[in-house]
C-alpha cells in the first residue's frame, strides 16, 4: 500500500504559477502509474495528468501547454508545475497512484485557489 502527501497549494492570481508536489510512501515507487487529479466543490474529479513509470505524460485538454507533471524517483516524489493559472483551476488537488488498471490510492489533496 501507498501513502500520498500533496503541499504546494496556496492563493495566486490568474496568469500566476504554483508547483504542487506530492510525496509518497512504499518501496516500489518508481514502477506507479502517478496522476494529478482535481476537484471542486459539487463537481466530479476530474483528470489533469499522469506521468507514467518510464517518464511518458498525457495530459487533459484543459490543461495542456499550461500545466506539467514530472517525478523524481530518488525522492520517491511528483510534481505538477501549474503556469498561467485561470480562476477556472480553483479546486482541490489530489495526487493518485495505481500499477496500470487506474489510480488506486489517494492524498489528501491541497487547495489551489486563483482569483481574478
Known amino acids: 500500500q501507498v501513502q500520498l502527501v500533496e503541499s504546494g497549494g496556496g492563493l495566486v492570481q490568474a496568469g500566476g504559477s504554483l508547483r504542487l508536489s506530492c510525496a509518497a510512501s512504499?518501496?516500489?515507487?518508481?514502477?506507479?502509474?502517478m496522476g494529478w487529479y482535481r476537484q471542486a466543490p459539487g463537481k466530479q474529479r476530474e483528470f489533469i495528468a499522469r506521468?507514467?513509470?518510464?517518464?511518458?505524460?498525457f495530459y487533459a485538454d484543459a490543461v495542456k501547454g499550461r500545466f506539467t507533471i514530472s517525478r523524481d524517483n530518488a525522492k520517491n516524489t511528483i510534481f505538477l508545475q501549474m503556469n498561467s493559472l485561470k480562476p477556472e483551476d480553483t479546486a482541490v488537488y489530489l495526487c493518485s497512484a495505481g500499477l496500470g488498471l487506474g489510480p488506486r490510492y489517494w492524498g489528501q489533496g491541497t487547495q489551489v485557489t486563483v482569483s481574478s
Open positions: 506521468i507514467m513509470s518510464g517518464g511518458n505524460t
Open positions: 512504499g518501496s516500489a515507487f518508481s514502477m506507479y502509474v
